[in-house]
């Protein structure tokens, strides 16, 4: 199938075209139609499918259909709520490459950076709005955006809103939605919480789901077996004598991609971390820098898996396995991305054998393996090295209320100021 094939106005399929693209992903096929037909829609979908577009593309078409055009203040018609700045910045670039034709204005509000010109465009009027949750609320609570005129409402990346403690911000911004609109509701799994919200606000969904081997199957992965402490070794290694102009590199905490960071650059490597501890303005200027090749290698954490889209991004990097399996898919989702291929390699030490064994699970396939010469894993070198003080953990915005919490008596009681005096003393 081909994009003219779909409905699109001519505006849009100018607009695509541009961007080099003829047929569409499998869930652009098959979600643009159910959205132009004006049904919610409930679809599953792993990044890198192209489920942007998948719904960027129809909004903009029903939304041009029935634009009016107004000279003064422009209620806001439409809402994508996301979970990252990054994927917010992402999603708003979409909106803008493909609405470059049409007399529709957008704009992206998230926290991290000065709340007044959010403010300023908002005042000027847009027809579009991608937000954060945070940041929106605020909007709203100090009455500088009205929500109260919405035709589209959009919640990407779900299943990450829910893992970032989002749900009760998610429902007081319902609240302030009009009861009549079409819902577009995006996540890569479906867990009981997840179709609990979806049963709250979805009307009849339609639902769609793309498989995760259709996800994945542009980006040739390969586990590099290696000890410990030699995997900043054979990173460095890798990176130096291959022909990598960028390159991708994941870690589980901040503290480790900091790290990460500081030993590259030691190697002669140039190199950014991203993750939350790190302020917009240089997140975003890592990004940029990475993006110009003014730097060849981007250390993040998992919270940027999402929402980092980089084009024509060859290879991804595992220099550690995350502990939950779906965040493997996130990560390798960067490349490969909108039928291009890529490649992503896993540094994986004997301790992490576990978590491998998990994501082979998932994606019900074995991913092959391939010794390094020089860096062949070796027990002496598992003995030797000495264990890491878990100074991180995998980031995460706020808790998780889904997860399991220990009893009061389990956490034990804090410490009275007598004792951290004499903690302190000692």
């Not at 593309?57 to 018609?77: A, D, F, S, T």
């Not at 509000?109 to 937000?131: C, H, S, Y």
């Not at 493997?328 to 890529?342: E, K, L, M, S, V």
Request: proline fraction near 5%; hydrophobic fraction near 35%; glycine fraction near 8%.
């Amino acid at each position: 199938m081909k994009f003219d094939q779909l409905g699109l106005s001519a505006e849009l399929l100018r607009a695509v075209n541009d961007q080099g693209y003829t047929s569409p992903t499998p869930v652009q096929e098959k979600s643009i139609p159910v959205v132009l037909e004006g049904h919610d829609i409930l679809a599953g979908a792993q990044t890198g499918t192209g489920k942007t577009a998948g719904f960027t593309l129809p909004m903009l078409h029903l939304m041009q259909k029935n634009h009016v055009e107004r000279h003064h203040q422009r209620p806001v018609r439409a809402l994508v709520l996301t979970p990252t700045r990054e994927l917010a910045a992402q999603i708003g670039e979409s909106v803008s490459t493909y609405g470059k034709y049409l007399p529709l204005r957008s704009t992206v509000v998230f926290g991290g950076v000065g709340i007044n010109p959010q403010i300023e465009k908002l005042k000027r009027g847009v027809d579009i709005l991608v937000a954060t949750p945070g940041r929106l609320l605020d909007l709203a609570n100090q009455r500088k955006v009205d929500l109260s005129k919405i035709e589209f409402f959009v919640l990407d990346e779900a299943d990450r809103m829910l893992d970032m403690g989002f749900i009760h911000d998610i429902r007081r911004v319902l609240k302030l939605l009009p009861r009549q609109r079409q819902n577009l509701l995006f996540s890569a799994t479906f867990s009981k919480e997840i179709k609990q919200l979806a049963g709250g606000f979805l009307n009849s969904p339609v639902f769609v789901e793309v498989a995760r081997n259709e996800a994945t199957h542009q980006v040739t992965q390969v586990v590099h077996p290696v000890s410990k402490s030699k995997k900043r070794a054979l990173l460095s290694h890798l990176i130096s004598d291959g022909e990598w102009q960028q390159v991708l590199v994941f870690t589980k905490t901040k503290h480790g991609a900091n790290r990460l960071t500081k030993q590259l650059e030691s190697d002669g490597i140039q190199a950014a971390a991203i993750h939350g501890n790190k302020s917009q303005t240089a997140r975003t200027k890592a990004l940029a820098s990475f993006k110009k090749g003014g730097i060849r290698v981007l250390v993040a954490t998992d919270i940027a898996a999402r929402g980092l889209d980089i084009d024509q991004l060859p290879h991804v990097v595992n220099f550690e396995l995350p502990h939950v399996a779906e965040d493997y898919i996130h990560r390798i989702g960067r490349t490969g991305r909108a039928g291009r291929t890529g490649k992503a390699l896993s540094l994986v030490c004997g301790e992490e054998d576990k978590l491998l064994r998990g994501i082979e699970r998932l994606m019900k396939k074995s991913i092959p393996s391939a010794l390094i010469a020089g860096f062949e894993p070796r027990p002496e070198d598992e003995l030797q090295a000495q264990p890491e003080q878990q100074r991180g953990r995998p980031e995460h915005r706020r808790h998780n209320p889904h997860s399991p919490r220990k009893p009061r008596s389990a956490r034990g009681r804090r410490p009275g100021r007598r004792e951290r005096e004499a903690r302190k003393a000692s």
